[in-house]
């Protein structure tokens, strides 16, 4: 299997694409073509486990130029990391409307993102060991809060790799900030940038495009890669948890093989979205991809007029993983959209960059209508939702679900208005714990207000009496080891790299 770029100009292995991250135009990756898995097969993977699931639809991709061996072998490591049985349990919310929740947030860092970024450590060393790689892996990411904790976790004491993660200084949630700056490892190193998440996002993604930053690097045998979803080795373990949710509903009776099913995906960078799509391409029987927004709604805008646009506030919300304006996935199906045109999806990206929006043809516009519905939620919707969900059925979720759950009745009156009856099951994805944002959940779900994060997790286990994740609890304890706050400054961020390359930064934890 090849993979390709949106911009043209690029055809690489699956293996150059993980080591590359990003295609040398700025383009993203893409497969050549879409993989099919057909019934058969998808009867077949009934019988297996998540990690031989995963290690299936991964090798749709990845098993000429990894071995499928060891793609089983990697998946099972990653997923048997996870707490419980099942690394990914479906949860029937309500039987009777058809509505479940896919619970992504059982893995070390209780957010969804460690479903790919346990993984792609794996994938990025034999990638590097195929293509005759030798230097040093330096992982650089930007993150909105849940992609650094998980990237940290997943590349810690990687031989050959290290890692570095920036996070706006305004804009992340205090038990994500706790989790990063806590860290240990020998790999790693964790800073703070002034501004949000889309500044911060930006300053990196000139890092990964500066000549001269990727040549000094070169010079320490260093070299960059991406753990963002930009990252098709990052994207790739996203597609197997759709198949997944599916299977368990057929294998549970809910559902007949064939049967197309929905699903909501709470959405910031587009990536896990995008992954639910690429399994609609493979053959997974999905009728709509819900895409749902917060306040920050440059998606559900683009999904209702055609016009990407994002000349607009910035806002931050209880959904800090959401709060993103240039969601970089949707170029991958923009791509696709536009008949795969590299061309015109280069001069969107541009136009982006220097104009800040891009519309799309009527015709293109069309395919989004039949394959997506793009809702928003409004801080008090997602509040309104959660706390209605816990009353009715006992459940408690996190905030970025919370908006999916919004969104989700919106989308079930729109639904219903055109059908009464329809009874087309509905698979919600839940991407945090709710631990991990324990004041919001409980004033969602109680009203309280509590001052404390701390606090807040012992209340909603006393509302809830779910069990709170141990690593959690412990970051009460935990000296932090990682308090520099960075300009954003390209010079700065460049040479806080380069000494952390060097191997100046091993900060060690503060004396208590
Ligand atoms: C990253 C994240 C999202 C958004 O996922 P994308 O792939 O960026 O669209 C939603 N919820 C949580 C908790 C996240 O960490």
């Known amino acids: 299997m090849y993979f390709i770029s949106t911009r043209g100009g690029e055809k690489v292995t699956g293996a150059q694409a993980i080591v590359q991250g990003l295609a040398k135009n700025g383009g993203l990756y893409v497969p050549e073509t879409f993989p099919a898995v057909s019934a058969e097969e998808l009867q077949a993977m009934a019988e297996m486990s998540y990690a031989e699931r995963a290690a299936f639809v ?3 991709y990845l098993a ?23 690394p990914v349990p479906l949860v029937k919310v309500d039987g009777e409307t058809g509505l479940y929740v896919l619970e992504l947030f059982h893995g070390p860092t209780c957010a969804f993102k460690d479903m790919a970024l346990q993984v792609l450590p794996y994938l990025l060393k034999k990638s590097c060991e195929v293509t005759g790689v030798n230097d040093e892996i330096l992982i650089l990411a930007a993150t909105s809060g849940d992609t650094g904790k998980a990237a940290l976790e997943g590349f810690r004491d990687v031989p050959g790799t290290k890692v570095a993660v920036f996070y706006p200084d305004e804009g992340v949630a205090k038990m994500q900030r706790l989790q990063m700056c806590i860290q240990d490892g020998n790999n790693v190193c964790v800073s703070a940038v002034k501004g949000n998440f889309d500044d911060c996002q930006r300053a990196v993604k000139r ?33 197997a948890y759709y198949f997944s949710a599916y299977l368990d509903l057929w294998t549970s009776g809910q559902i007949e093989v064939g049967d197309k099913i929905d699903f909501v995906v709470p959405t910031g960078n587009f990536g896990d979205i995008l992954a639910g799509w690429y399994a609609k391409q493979m053959g997974l029987p999905v009728r ?142 839940s991407t945090a714990n709710p631990y991990k944002f324990p004041q919001d959940v409980l004033y969602a779900l109680s009203g309280n207000d509590v001052k404390d994060s701390f606090k807040g997790i012992k209340r909603l286990n006393l509302l809830t009496a779910m069990k709170p994740p141990k690593s959690l609890l412990d970051l009460r304890y935990r000296p932090l080891r990682f308090k520099t706050v960075v300009a954003n400054d390209l010079a700065k961020m460049s040479d806080l790299i380069l000494r952390f390359a060097d191997g100046e930064i091993v900060p060690v934890p503060d004396k208590e």
């Open 58 to 60: 991964l090798g749709k």
């Open 64 to 86: 000429d130029d990894l071995g499928a061996d060891y793609l089983k072998e990697i998946c099972e490591k990653a997923y048997a990391g996870f707490e419980g049985n099942d």
């Open 207 to 239: 890092l990964f495009a500066s000549e001269e930053f990727n040549q000094k690097l070169a010079e320490k045998g260093v070299r960059l890669s991406s753990a963002n979803s930009i990252n098709f080795g990052r994207l790739a373990p996203q597609i």
């Open 288 to 429: 709509k991809l819900v895409c749902a927004s917060n306040r920050n709604k440059v998606l559900a805008d683009f999904f209702a007029k055609g016009v990407y646009d994002v000349k607009r506030a910035f806002h931050r919300t209880m959904s800090p993983s959401m709060d993103i304006l240039v969601s970089s996935n949707l170029e991958r199906l923009l791509f696709e959209i536009s008949g795969r045109d590299a061309e015109l999806t280069a001069k969107r990206m541009q136009q982006l960059a220097d104009e800040k929006e891009y519309s799309i043809t009527a015709k293109e516009k069309a395919i989004l209508d039949e394959e997506f519905f793009g809702g928003f939620a409004s801080e008090d919707d997602t509040v309104e939702a959660m706390y209605e969900i816990f009353e009715d059925y006992g459940y408690a979720m996190d905030t970025h679900t919370g908006v999916a759950l919004a969104v989700y009745m919106n989308y079930r009156e729109a639904v219903e208005k055109v059908d009464e009856k329809d009874k087309t099951p509905c698979v919600v994805l």
